[in-house]
């Protein structure tokens, strides 16, 4: 699977208001975390020892990540 990784302020910019059902800092998103997005919107949070799916994202992400970081899937 591809991912494009940044952090949890840049996930906090491409999010759009009523796009996700839960609260990103609850789940554990600072604004130093490391997080991901995969082609299908699936949101996962670096943890110690693995990665957590904490959510999705919802419409043209692709498009606003993509302009958010400059960056491709990898």
Do not use: C
């Not at 996700?20 to 998103?29: C, F, I, P, T």
């Not at 693995?50 to 899937?73: P, S």
């Amino acid at each position: 699977m591809k991912f494009i990784e940044m952090t949890g302020d840049t996930l906090q910019g491409i999010v759009d208001d009523g796009e996700l059902h839960m609260d990103l800092e609850s789940s554990g998103v600072e604004a130093s975390t490391i997080v991901r997005v995969n082609q299908h919107g699936d949101i996962e949070i670096r943890r110690p020892h693995k990665w957590d799916v904490i959510g999705g994202l919802l419409g043209n992400f692709e498009e606003r990540i993509k302009k958010t970081t400059g960056y491709d899937w990898a």
